[in-house]
């Protein structure tokens, strides 16, 4: 895999870490930056080697080591796949971020790498939705720049579809004005079968004949004691 690495030099460390910020918000991974400032220039043998392990060639880290070492920073960027167009991004940022000229012809390499074998690109910061460390209110992401909201108002639904309409375009429930189905004024006794509701026969006091108590007089009991 071919990766472009870029690299500036800037007066202090504070110019260079508000560029690394910047390539952060951009989508750059954080292990894709490199920052190296005086505070690294213990000796020089280790800041050649700590610039030449952002992938800057042997010969460019050694002058870019002695910069540094005369009080400048440095920014060293890999531009591989993320973020999408990542050496145009990359080359705008550092074109307007007052960087300090290298004296070398030039400041971009090209370094082939082994295929990176991580299942996932979002390998520093997998919750793109989330703010990352350093965003200010969320600012670069993705549903910053599409205009999608993480939440919306909840609101009372009376239907599960959409608009609260009936599947098949009809109401569920219709209101009739509730009618017999018999005509006016008329009863099943009159309509269907003329027979009176009362009779006007006399009341019987008892079901049986007579009103007899045939029990108590089989067994000669009395009814009353």
Do not use: C
């Not at 080697?49 to 070492?69: F, G, M, T, W």
């Not at 997998?126 to 350093?134: E, K, V």
């Not at 009809?170 to 006794?189: A, D, F, G, H, T």
């Amino acid at each position: 895999m071919k990766t472009t690495v870029i690299a500036r030099l800037y007066r202090d460390a504070g110019s260079a870490q508000g560029i690394f910020g910047r390539l952060y918000r951009l989508g750059f991974p954080r292990h894709m930056i490199a920052i190296v400032t005086p505070e690294d220039a213990a000796d020089m043998a280790g800041l050649q080697i700590k610039i030449e392990q952002a992938l800057v060639p042997s010969e460019a880290a050694a002058h870019y080591a002695a910069r540094v070492a005369e009080g400048q920073s440095l920014v060293v960027v890999q531009a591989t796949y993320k973020p999408l167009n990542a050496v145009r991004r990359a080359t705008e940022t550092f074109e307007t971020s007052g960087a300090v000229p290298s004296g070398l012809a030039e400041d971009r390499f090209y370094v082939s790498l082994p295929l990176d074998p991580t299942p996932s690109i979002l390998k520093d910061h997998p919750r793109f939705l989330t703010p990352a460390p350093g965003q200010a209110n969320g600012a670069g992401l993705f549903s910053e720049r599409f205009g999608l909201r993480l939440l919306s108002p909840r609101k009372r639904r009376d239907s599960a579809i959409m608009g609260g309409r009936t599947f098949f375009g009809k109401p569920l429930i219709v209101k009739k004005e509730r009618r017999s189905i018999l005509p006016p004024n008329s009863y099943m006794s009159r309509y269907f079968w003329p027979t009176p509701l009362l009779s006007n026969k006399p009341r019987r006091p008892s079901i049986l004949p007579d009103g007899g108590t045939p029990l108590s007089r089989l067994l000669g009991w009395s009814t009353t004691s």
